[in-house]
């Protein structure tokens, strides 16, 4: 049995389609199963230290045709692909999974998975060709992520981390330390940022006693930071999971429209309060009132025990499990 992962990641996109398969090739390659893990992107701007990863445009008929064999099965997570690459992918491949957040197109057969909180507002073509997994069971962690349990909560807010997704298209991350070093200077500011950042070296440039900098983070790297930083301020990505799974007390952002299912479920499952969208007039006044909110102990606390066992960090599993029994 081989495995093909097919996704796309990078400055304009982002690194959450990326990190989620991952997970998948780890789950994967733990078994023993032979997989490739094929990017549609730069290395200089998605850090993977693994083998068997590909750099390769394969968003054309002609490539698909060629690399995929009939005995080979596929994984597709993209936002990129029309339904023509996937159906050849289908006809090419002995199975296919495809991971979709938003119900964005009709599948050929196949299994859909949609690991995110909340699935009930997404109209999915059912039908008996495609076997769907769908929400809280599936959602997909990353292995150093898997069986935590924040030890405590800190009386005050020493430490916060800023993590904008892979990419922050939006440049949000100066704006924030900005905010809220001007406020609250005598809290320590972890901030993650990646080789896809556009604005990389200015954002450095704010770096001092209390700002300080993680450049393309590992798994375990960003596990340390999350169980020690009190607070978090986070795009809704696929960040949010592993700060569920880490009970950090966090504020997500709306950066980007495929990440209104996400709020909506933090908002269905009384995870979060408030929506913040990067394009609201008062976003730093509203970013600034919910930060305020996040500096009483009790309500930290409160926070941290409603992110226990939300995630159970086992979705990796079930979905592979489900298509080598496919």
């Not at 990353?142 to 981390?161: D, H, S």
Request: hydrophobic residues 40%; charged residues 25%.
């Amino acid at each position: 049995m081989k495995v093909l992962i097919f996704t796309e990641g990078g400055t304009r996109i982002g690194l959450g389609h990326v990190s989620r398969c991952s997970s998948l090739y780890d789950e994967l390659t733990d078994r023993g199963i032979e997989t490739e893990f094929i990017i549609n992107g730069s290395p200089n701007e998605v850090d993977l230290i693994s083998s068997n990863i590909y750099f390769k445009d394969w968003l054309s008929k002609e490539f698909l045709i060629n690399y995929i064999k009939e005995t080979d099965y596929c994984i597709i997570d993209s936002y990129l692909a029309d339904i023509s690459l996937y159906k050849v992918i289908s006809e090419k491949s002995k199975g296919c999974l495809f991971i979709d957040d938003n119900a964005r197109i009709k599948y050929p057969k196949g299994i859909v998975v949609n690991p995110s909180l909340n699935t009930e507002d997404l109209d999915y073509y059912l039908n008996d060709d495609n076997n769907y997994l769908l929400g809280l069971d599936y959602i997909i962690l990353r292995k150093p992520f898997i069986n935590l349990k924040r030890e405590a909560i800190n009386n005050g807010v020493i430490e916060v981390l800023v993590t904008m997704g892979g990419a922050d298209p939006n440049n949000l991350t100066p704006t924030i330390l900005n905010l809220l070093n001007s406020r609250f200077p005598n809290i320590t500011y972890n901030v993650v940022v990646s080789k896809a950042y556009k604005n990389l070296d200015k954002v450095k440039e704010m770096i001092n006693d209390n700002i300080l900098f993680y450049e393309n983070a590992t798994a375990e790297e960003m596990k340390r930071l999350m169980l020690k930083s009190d607070v978090a301020i986070t795009a809704a990505g696929q960040t949010i999971y592993e700060l569920l799974a880490t009970q950090t007390p966090f504020i997500p952002i709306i950066v980007a429209d495929n990440q209104k299912n996400n709020i909506s479920g933090l908002m269905k499952l009384n995870l979060a309060e408030t929506i913040i969208d990067y394009r609201d007039k008062l976003f730093r006044e509203i970013l600034a009132s919910e930060f305020i909110k996040l500096l009483d102990y009790k309500k930290r606390c409160e926070i941290s025990c409603l992110y226990t066992n939300v995630v159970d960090g086992l979705g990796s599993k079930r979905i592979i499990d489900e298509l080598i029994k496919k």
